[in-house]
């Protein structure tokens, strides 16, 4: 069962509108959430995060909002770049739980093309 | 090294064989990770070191995966007895001391894209 769910496959935008990407999680020990950015051939790259002690964390053009109740987050790029297009990986960790501290569930990504 | 290094950066092989992957992760890191990626799947966790030792290994889909790191730096990730399902893109990352926070980050290689015939 997938702990870490990103349910649009794909999103399409416009240049200098808003990216709007969504993910949930059904684990209630998460902790800790981030955002990675993969482009193709390369290794996926740390975008932003946020602790669930937070509900938003905004860093430049990306801005991470955390619902816990809803035990949904989602990231907002704005304004979109053509730069920004590469596949968008949500991640989770139970930094207090268990044995594997360090470990990430990613979901399966969105693909974001910015178009000029 | 200035990043993590994969070798190879691609690999191709026969059903039946056996593949080692070999993972280079940034020096002083202690925690090292496993993750592979499937053709329209996201990153499944395999395998986590912290050191030598892997205290989490849960995600080792069969017994023909294994994995070893020695002198707490460089890993391989040995697979045998390939099989067209093993084919995916094997990714190796590193942290400082495996707590993710907002004060430590989980950096990734490029990669070794693994094709089995």
């Known amino acids: 069962d997938q702990q870490v769910k990103q349910n649009s496959p794909s999103l399409s935008v416009q240049e200098g509108r808003i990216s709007i990407l969504n993910c949930d999680y059904t684990n209630s020990m998460f902790d800790y959430f981030l955002w990675y950015k993969k482009y193709p051939a390369e290794g996926p790259t740390f975008l932003i995060s946020?602790?669930?002690?937070?509900d938003k964390n905004e860093d430049g053009r990306f801005t991470v909002f955390l619902n816990k109740s809803a035990k949904h987050l989602s990231l907002h790029i704005v304004p979109s770049q053509p730069g920004d297009s590469a596949v968008y990986f949500c991640a989770a960790s139970a930094t207090n739980y268990g044995g594997s501290q360090g470990n990430l569930i990613f979901g399966k990504g969105t693909k974001l093309s910015v178009k000029p | 090294g200035a990043g993590v290094s994969q070798s190879p950066s691609n690999k191709v092989t026969e059903k039946g064989k056996d593949v080692e992957l070999r993972c280079d992760p940034i020096s002083g890191h202690t925690a090292l990770y496993w993750y592979r990626q499937s053709l329209g799947q996201g990153l499944e966790f395999l395998i986590y070191f912290q050191g030598n030792s892997a205290p989490d290994k849960s995600g080792l889909p069969s017994d023909r995966f294994s994995a070893e790191r020695t002198g707490g730096s460089v890993s391989t990730l040995t697979i045998q007895r390939t099989q067209q399902e093993d084919s995916a893109v094997y990714l190796c990352a590193s942290s400082l001391q495996g707590r993710l926070s907002t004060n430590e980050k989980l950096f990734f290689g490029s990669g070794t894209q693994l094709s089995v015939l």
């Open positions: 946020i602790s669930s002690i937070k």
